[in-house]
């Protein structure tokens, strides 16, 4: 079985510092892992994701994420907050194809605030 | 460039009246799904479909029927629709046989229901 924790509801940094949004995931198999962003009523755009290649994933607007198998942890980083980033994440987990499902599990997600 | 569309954007419909929200996708993905989406949460999977073959949640009312006539298009039928329903309905599809296995996912259709 599958699942996802979201460590924070909510994440409040000042633009310029460092983002962290924490992830941690189970799953029976060797997951894929993924982040999405959703800005307000809008649909979920694929910021970056693992699916067993390298441990360091890089993704869209400055975004990174390190899998960490023995810790079972997908973090989110970011150098510097942009006010633009003000949005809420997404973790999700995918045991497809080795589980032979096609279901994709959600984190309860993270606000990001910016703060000027 | 559009991949993954759906219409309408936004959609009134009255309490009880019969809605039918829509999604086509360019990407000739096998698996296409809905999920609902409520103010502050994570989207909630509704049902999705590999090709023709139909996967239904458990707990997805008896409410929400789906069809896919072909690879293209999958609709989300809401037989009466009730307060509660009242929602993002966001529509997402995956390759399902290769790639990244990443979803992606249409602007969403917002119902409000009167």
């Known amino acids: 079985a599958q699942s996802v924790t979201q460590l924070d509801s909510h994440v409040s940094v000042s633009e310029g510092t460092p983002v962290l949004l924490r992830c941690n995931y189970s799953s029976s198999y060797s997951p894929s892992l993924f982040w999405y962003v959703q800005h307000p009523n809008k649909g979920l755009q694929l910021l970056l994701k693992y699916t067993s290649a390298a441990t360091l994933v890089k993704g869209i607007n400055g975004f990174e994420a390190e899998f960490k198998k023995s810790e079972t942890s997908f973090h989110l980083t970011k150098p510097s907050a942009h006010m633009s980033d003000a949005a809420e994440y997404f973790c999700?987990?995918?045991?497809?194809?080795?589980?032979?499902?096609?279901?994709?599990?959600f984190g309860t997600g993270t606000r990001l605030k910016v703060l000027a | 460039d559009a991949m993954v569309i759906q219409n309408p954007r936004y959609q009134v419909t009255q309490f009880g009246k019969p809605v039918t929200l829509s999604c086509s996708q360019t990407l000739n993905h096998n698996v296409m799904y809905w999920y609902q989406q409520k103010s502050s949460q994570a989207p909630k999977l509704l049902f999705h479909?590999?090709?023709?073959?139909?996967?239904n949640e458990a707990d997805t009312p008896d409410n929400f029927q789906s069809r896919r006539p072909n690879t293209s298009f999958c609709f989300l039928d809401i037989r009466s629709p009730g307060l509660g329903d009242a929602a993002m309905y966001l529509c997402?599809?995956?390759?399902?046989?290769?790639?990244?296995?990443?979803?992606?996912f249409g602007p969403g259709t917002r119902l409000t229901v009167t």
């Open positions: 479909y590999y090709d023709k073959d139909f996967n």
């Open positions: 997402a599809t995956s390759s399902g046989t290769s790639g990244g296995y990443e979803q992606y």
């Open positions: 999700v987990v995918s045991d497809h194809p080795l589980s032979g499902t096609y279901k994709y599990i």
